[in-house]
């Protein structure tokens, strides 16, 4: 077929121009790529519904990738103006059933399609003059402005196959033919599947950040295992395979499925596999854009579900102890296989890329070294959660891409489909999705006696664990929890406590304890790294982190919602992901706004500042603490409220300015110091006196 999809650049090369070239191409190709996903929609109209009814509806994710570009540049601070701040905050989040995203549709009113394509055309101006100004070096390291252009690229390859999936689950009338997306046209009986000897031994999983490849946050660090030697089924399961368990009445039978599996068919109905459809006593297949006659040699396409339903029901029938196979045995699959990374290896050895198909092919087509589909074709379920390896570290720019689904409900997918492109198809990639998602996934089944390891999820970030304890843990020198005093003050001066937001929450102990006081409290942060750790707290009723004691000894700490006495009020309580500077429309109609330690953090507090008294009813109070900690990595100097000297050399204090700019609104009610405790280790401490001030709007 024709290549609508290039292969992957290094992050190496010859000369900085040359990559700045191969780059835009790149760049450029991403761009294209995924607006021709969405040519498959028959006509403008599609795009404002919904495939799916825990996602937004498809005008969302045409609008997403290319805000993603300008939220990751300003946060960086590699450009100073938005292009469309109403843009780049209704498309910014909302894409997997986390509690933070917003999906409920009468808070939105979508653009129109040509305002998005317009949109996206600006977005792609901006892109390519960066990409030709940006200074760097080679290699490009993730401390380079021009690692947040690759970020953004490899962002919306992503979403090319993210959205083709929720394409392919439009109804059929919605959707047309593209002659570039290609379906394989041939198919048929199902090949006999067989289990094949793999060597197990120490595997080694992770990378280092001198790699050549773009990678994500979660494929750094380091992981070893020792595996004993264990059987992985020859093929994919195909259709044809599946079919027996289909026929079998393997989804009304409930001794195969687990608790979450039976909710998934309480909840969808389904009788048999998501792409299948009923005719007659027979079955069709839903490809791409077309139904076509059930391709029995094909791969199934399930949810990790159905997947661990039929290796329990084979399981049964032949009385061995089939499963899913854990990233550690995929990659000794992947070694035995003598399969080698890009560049070396080449797209046309496997269906990935588009090289070949927009479709699945016989899973006895592409074959290595005895074991046929080991990337390629649809993605493979593994039975393991994905964690971050040893060494694990966020990246500034995009601290929620891996640790929100650090949660072990988020399975780990191996080994690439025929939609996979970019990083999706490198060696190292690492992606994990809910065990009920469909991807364009399927399985391979092992028979293994490797164990599994399952214990207390703890905090891996070390800033979110000290935030934990500065929250939730133990009270040092006297002095008392810093959100409870917070939270007393403010409350003081409300009269109607009917709804209040803690913006800049971090990990949300000011939330739960305004929901004493208030009937309805919103917490608010930038970082879901932070927003996670209250969405939990709420949801599963504990909290593990680590308290650093001295070099690598940490004390294991855990908090749960019944010692802080929230079991009763945490049903008012919800956390969002947002930016306080450009928040979304429907965060407003509160009595109380608490904004604490965030205005020095801001990229641009007067953002902020100047509009605030358009979400607080009249009366409603605002209250502001911050220490006053102005600085140019946060804030640019241009922007700081206080802490600097005029061009007559005056003093500019910050609490002065803030009566300045919120005079217009506001009355100023009341100001006192309020004193916090941040352990760093045992015997290192931050000591620090914010200033608390209230607000009352006019």
Not at 515 to 538: C, M, Q, T, Y
Not at 546 to 557: A, D, N, R, S, W
Request: charged share 30%; net charge negative; proline share 3%.
């Amino acid at each position: 077929m024709s290549r609508i999809s290039m292969y992957p650049i290094t992050l190496d090369g010859k000369s900085v121009e040359e990559k700045r070239a191969e780059i835009k191409t790149y760049f450029n190709n991403t761009f294209d790529l995924f607006e021709k996903v969405f040519e498959l929609l028959r006509e403008d109209s599609v795009f404002y519904k919904k495939s799916e009814p825990t996602r937004h509806p498809m005008i969302f994710y045409f609008g997403h990738t290319a805000t993603f570009f300008i939220n990751k540049l300003i946060n960086m601070k590699i450009i100073q103006e938005r292009i469309n701040p109403h843009f780049e905050s209704v498309f910014a989040v909302g894409v997997d059933e986390m509690d933070w995203d917003d999906i409920e549709e009468s808070r939105y009113t979508w653009p129109a399609v040509d305002e998005v394509r317009s949109y996206r055309n600006r977005v792609r101006e901006l892109v390519n003059g960066l990409i030709d100004t940006l200074e760097f070096s080679l290699p490009i390291r993730d401390d380079s402005a021009m690692w947040i252009i690759l970020m953004g690229i490899e962002h919306e390859r992503i979403h090319i196959e993210t959205s083709l999936v929720l394409h392919r689950q439009m109804p059929i009338e919605d959707v047309k033919v593209v002659d570039d997306f290609v379906l394989c046209s041939h198919a048929g009986r199902a090949s006999e599947n067989e289990m094949i000897a793999v060597k197990g031994g120490e595997i080694l999983l992770g990378k280092s950040k001198e790699h050549h490849l773009y990678g994500w946050d979660n494929e750094y660090g380091e992981y070893r295992e020792t595996i004993a030697d264990f059987q992985a089924s020859k093929y994919l399961v195909s259709n044809g395979e599946f079919m027996e368990f289909v026929k079998d009445g393997g989804y009304e039978r409930k001794e195969f499925w687990d608790e979450e599996g039976l909710e998934f068919l309480e909840r969808s109905g389904a009788k048999y596999p998501h792409f299948w459809l009923k005719d007659g006593n027979g079955f069709k297949y839903r490809a791409l854009y077309k139904i076509i006659d059930i391709p029995l040699n094909w791969p199934v396409d399930v949810n990790a579900l159905e997947a661990e339903a039929y290796c329990r029901y084979k399981s049964a029938k032949e009385g061995k102890e089939y499963r899913l196979p854990s990233e550690a045995e995929y990659a000794a699959i992947y070694k035995q296989s003598g399969l080698r990374d890009i560049p070396e290896l080449h797209e046309s050895r496997a269906n990935i890329n588009f090289y070949h198909y927009a479709s699945s092919c016989p899973v006895d087509e592409f074959g290595f070294n005895g074991i046929y589909d080991v990337i390629g074709n649809v993605w493979q379920w593994s039975r393991t959660p994905i964690r971050g390896f040893k060494g694990f570290e966020v990246h500034p720019a995009y601290d929620d891409f891996s640790t929100p689904t650090f949660d072990d409900k988020h399975a780990l997918i191996l080994g690439a489909s025929w939609a996979s492109n970019g990083n999706l198809i490198m060696q190292h990639s690492r992606y994990a999705f809910r065990r009920h998602f469909f991807q364009n996934a399927g399985f391979r089944y092992v028979l293994s006696k490797n164990e599994d390891s399952s214990e207390d999820i703890y905090e891996s970030d070390a800033l979110v664990s000290q935030y934990c304890e500065f929250q939730y843990g133990d009270e040092y020198f006297g002095v008392e929890n810093f959100a409870i005093k917070c939270v007393r003050t403010a409350s003081s001066f409300v009269t109607n406590k009917t709804k209040a937001l803690d913006l800049g929450c971090a990990t949300g102990r000011a939330t739960f304890q305004l929901a004493k006081e208030f009937d309805k409290v919103e917490g608010i942060d930038f970082s879901v790294r932070f927003v996670g750790v209250g969405s939990k707290l709420k949801n599963e009723g504990y909290v593990a982190f680590h308290v650093k004691e001295e070099g690598v000894i940490t004390e294991e700490k855990k908090v749960t919602l019944h010692e802080l006495g929230y079991e009763d009020i945490k049903e008012k309580v919800q956390f969002w992901q947002g930016d306080a500077c450009n928040l979304k429309p429907n965060f407003k109609g509160y009595d109380l706004v608490m904004a604490t330690n965030l205005i020095d953090r801001l990229y641009n507090p007067y953002l902020f500042l100047e509009t605030i008294h358009e979400r607080i009813n009249d009366a409603g109070i605002l209250v502001l603490t911050s220490p006053y900690t102005w600085q140019e990595e946060s804030t640019p100097k241009e922007l700081w409220v206080g802490g600097y000297y005029d061009e007559n050399g005056q003093e500019i204090r910050t609490f002065e300015r803030l009566k300045e700019i919120l005079e217009k609104h506001f009355e100023f009610v009341h100001r006192e110091d309020v004193e916090f405790v941040i352990k760093e280790t045992a015997r290192k401490y931050q000591h620090t006196l914010s200033e608390l001030s209230v607000w009352r709007k006019r």
